[in-house]
């Protein structure tokens, strides 16, 4: 909590009140519309440090928006995004990224016309190159495909192969924390194995938060310590991740037939 | 062969030039989709900055050296019409963003109309001269007929400053982090602000290196050709544009290859056919090669992996 002094102080306070630690990510009462359809009808909601926690909801439900509302792209019109007691609801997004929180978004977004290793340069920007090769060295172990193919275009990658790339490249600014939007979509199930034991090696070894948006509701929420459930713009339930697997209506909505 | 030669010469000279300014349409482009008609007209302003620079050198301060002049001269042409690049981007096209297609396009046709018609108000309607500069010639031999392949001094100064330019350019563009944001921003601007990539700080930068490449193609033209008048932003302009779309818009290597060759083209028609459809013959070829290859010589074809 380096940054925003005084804002860290109050939370600090509000947070010994509470009794409990701030969040290090909180959502109130967010609203974001494209032109005048909204998407986000008032979104409450709070990731811990070293949490894993994720968000499932059907599609269209508004999970990638808010993704991208936290990082101002768009703007939340109403409601407050505070980051380490950082109030970013109106920050710019570049100056969002230097806050040592980092995403892959939806649909991996890979620069195509870049090489692998560019593209890992480019997810190190905000440090300026400072300990590149350690980094590089630490995702390439993560994901052993990328050191093999380090000078190929990205566009020439695999969906799988991207899919690493992405999360990789969020991984290479050293982010506090890692938002990870359908890091399953299009992935072989070894695959979606592999990376969901690399999110829970990075949180359990290095500590490092993370808020994962999924389709696959049950390796999610197994995976995750809480979850929340969105409908069409609202949260309508939350729970640990072990409560929502046994709720009968998330059951109902998200798991059946879905299971592995 | 004496005559293959020397126009080869002339129209590599030329076509460095184009490709020069072709690299500002090419590069505007590829980050914003924007056709900058204005650009020609920057091209333009930057041969005035030239010749203005370079009278107060000689007549006034008495610099007596041409290579310092001309080194003093190329170098604030550039940073001046620099300067220009990123007051325009920042005042006419940049509170156009986000709004419909056209409107930075008219607003570039508006900065064009505006910068030819200031120019012409205060530097006057005519041709302006600069005493001739360079007039060293070398000659490479002397064929059978008497015809003799010359190269000028002013022709080895614009190849040997397009090259050098070029090669910082290119490295510049493709192994400096300022390069590589830039070509972030045009594969994917919404991503490259995730990575913390300042988009606008990207785009205007894109527009100055842009202007400085063209006062670099100015301070050439000026050199080359010794005159210089108002409307001179037009055809140059044009030229470089289709010199951009024929090397395939979008594409740095393409922008220059394209130069060189619509340069080519219009020393060798003027040479062995007629000099009155030179034109004609430059826009035709690149009709033709649209005709078959629509993204131009090296442009990228349109289906990427996703
Ligand atoms: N750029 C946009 N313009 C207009 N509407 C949009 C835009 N992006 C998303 N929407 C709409 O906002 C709603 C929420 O979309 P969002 O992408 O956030 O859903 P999601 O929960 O991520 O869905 P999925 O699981 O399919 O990825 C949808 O109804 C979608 O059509
Ligand atoms: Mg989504």
């Known amino acids: 909590m380096s940054v925003g002094g005084i804002n860290v102080l109050v939370d600090e306070t509000r947070a010994i009140q509470d009794g409990k630690r701030a969040p290090l990510l909180s959502v109130r009462g967010v609203k974001t519309y494209y032109g005048n359809i909204i998407a986000l009808k008032g979104v409450d909601l709070d990731v811990h440090e070293g949490e894993i926690v994720t968000l499932i909801g059907a599609n269209g439900a508004g999970k990638s928006t808010l993704m991208m509302t936290i990082f101002g792209s768009p703007r939340a019109r109403e409601g407050r995004i505070t980051y380490a007691g950082q109030d970013i609801t109106r920050v710019p997004t570049h100056h969002i990224a230097r806050m040592s929180i980092a995403q892959s978004p939806e649909g991996r977004r890979i620069f195509p016309r870049m090489t692998v290793y560019e593209n890992l340069q480019m997810g190190a920007s905000v440090n300026g190159g400072t300990h590149f090769k350690e980094d590089l060295d630490r995702v390439c172990d993560l994901f052993p495909r990328l050191r093999e193919r380090l000078y190929q275009r990205g566009g020439t990658m695999s969906g799988g192969e991207q899919q690493m790339l992405a999360i990789a490249r969020a991984l290479m600014s050293r982010p506090r924390l890692l938002m990870l939007d359908e890091p399953s979509l299009g992935l072989a199930p070894l695959i979606v194995k592999q990376i969901f034991s690399v999110v829970k090696e990075l949180n359990e070894r290095d500590g490092m938060t993370v808020f994962l948006v999924e389709q696959n509701a049950y390796h999610a929420l197994k995976l995750a310590h809480r979850g929340y459930v969105m409908v069409t713009g609202t949260i309508t339930m939350t729970g640990t991740g072990r409560e929502l697997l046994e709720n009968p209506q998330v059951q109902a909505a998200y798991l059946e037939g879905g299971r592995h | ?306």
Not at chain 2, 119 to 145: D, F, H, S, Y
Not at chain 2, 259 to 281: C, M, R
């Open chain 2, 1 to 306: 062969m004496e005559v293959f030669v020397q126009q080869l010469i002339n129209g590599l000279t030329l076509g460095s030039i184009y490709g020069l300014i072709a690299i500002g349409y090419t590069m505007v482009f590829g980050i914003i989709g924007m056709v900058n008609f204005a650009h020609g007209d920057v091209f333009m302003l930057s041969a005035f900055i030239a010749l203005i620079v370079f009278l107060v050198l000689t007549t006034w301060l008495g610099v007596t050296s041409i290579a310092l002049a001309l080194l003093v001269v190329l170098i604030c042409a550039m940073a001046l019409t620099s300067l220009w690049g990123w007051a325009t981007e920042r005042i006419a096209y940049r509170p156009l963003r986000g709004s419909f297609r056209l409107a930075p396009l008219i607003s570039a046709i508006g900065v064009s109309i505006f910068l030819a018609n200031f120019v012409q108000v205060t530097q006057g309607a005519r041709n302006k001269p600069t005493p001739p500069m360079v007039r060293e010639v070398i000659v490479l031999w002397e064929g059978a007929n008497g015809y003799a392949v010359a190269l000028s001094y002013k022709q080895i100064i614009i190849m040997a400053t397009t090259a050098v330019l070029l090669g910082i350019f290119w490295y510049l563009v493709q192994r400096t982090s300022l390069g590589r944001a830039q070509r972030a921003c045009e594969q994917d601007r919404k991503m490259a602000a995730l990575l913390g990539i300042d988009v606008d700080r990207t785009i205007s930068l894109t527009f100055v290196i842009g202007a400085a490449l063209a006062a670099v193609a100015g301070t050439m033209y000026l050199l080359y050709y010794g005159v210089v008048s108002f409307a001179d932003g037009f055809v140059p302009g044009v030229k470089a544009f289709t010199a951009a779309v024929l090397g395939g818009i979008g594409s740095l290597p393409g922008a220059v290859l394209g130069g060189l060759i619509i340069g080519l083209i219009e020393t060798f028609w003027s040479a062995y056919f007629s000099i009155e459809y030179k034109d004609v013959a430059a826009f035709s070829i690149l009709a033709i090669v649209l005709i078959f290859m629509p993204s131009g010589l090296l442009g990228r074809p349109e289906v990427e992996k996703v």
